[in-house]
């Protein structure tokens, strides 16, 4: 299983809602990321998660939290976002060592 | 920080042709990697490259680890209309234990049938 997955792949949310995106992988990587991209624009780093726990967090507001259940799950709970957090999220693992990052399909969040 | 410069930002070839497309930085990296992300999908690793003058091929895909370590190169052969999708360069830097990729901006690649 070479495979990365999402869910939902499409979401509409408003400002004050409460939605989580899932992310599923089961390939043993131990390194799982989070990156929000823009139409036209490349991915941008969010979290990085080693071994279940958070190692990375590039300065991103708290009405994005990041959490790591186990090895293969990683969600991103959403909470009071704003219309210009309306992107494309992507899901990547990796080997924890290894610069080869699988992405997942993404999920398409509309905040409105 | 470090950047990763990818032009033209848009390509158009007619089908059948080749084509090459570049990423460069004013600073070293020691892996380079191309994506390819299709309308509304995430990013497909094609290749990776991990030494200095290394030359990859995946199918019709070749690439090149420059020999200065500061750009990469990736050609398409016999470009069909599939092949249409934005090419992305990442690389990882010599130094930093973790893994953090940069990107390129990105080049769009159109193919006339």
């Known amino acids: 299983d070479t495979e990365v997955t999402q869910t939902p792949k499409h979401l509409v949310m408003g400002m004050t809602n409460k939605k989580s995106l899932k992310c599923e992988q089961h390939?043993?990587?131990?390194?799982m990321y989070w990156y929000k991209q823009k139409a036209k624009k490349p991915p941008e780093l969010m979290f990085v998660?080693?071994?279940?726990?958070?190692?990375i967090n590039e300065s991103v507001p708290s009405r994005f939290s990041p959490e790591c259940p186990n090895s293969s799950l990683l969600n991103l709970h959403l909470h009071a976002l704003q219309p210009e957090d309306s992107a494309l999220y992507l899901c990547?693992?990796?080997?924890?060592?290894?610069?080869?990052?699988?992405f997942g399909p993404g999920t398409r969040l509309t905040v409105t | 920080g470090q950047q990763l410069n990818q032009s033209p930002q848009s390509m158009f070839i007619q089908e059948g042709e080749d084509v090459s497309m570049n990423c460069t930085s004013s600073?070293?990296?020691?892996?380079w990697l191309w994506y390819k992300q299709d309308p509304g999908e995430g990013p497909v690793l094609l290749i990776a490259?991990?030494?200095?003058?290394e030359l990859t091929s995946n199918g019709r895909l070749t690439a090149q680890f420059g020999i200065t370590r500061k750009d990469s190169f990736l050609n398409i052969s016999a470009s069909i209309p599939s092949d249409v999708g934005i090419y992305f360069c990442?690389?990882?830097?010599?130094?930093?234990?973790?893994?953090?990729?940069?990107f390129g901006k990105g080049i769009t690649l159109s193919v006339r049938p």
């Open positions: 990547a693992s990796s080997q924890l060592i290894s610069p080869e990052q699988y």
């Open positions: 390939m043993g990587h131990r390194a």
């Open positions: 998660y080693s071994y279940e726990k958070l190692s």
């Open positions: 600073s070293i990296f020691n892996t």
């Open positions: 490259l991990y030494k200095a003058g």
């Open positions: 990442a690389g990882r830097p010599l130094t930093g234990a973790n893994s953090k990729l940069t």
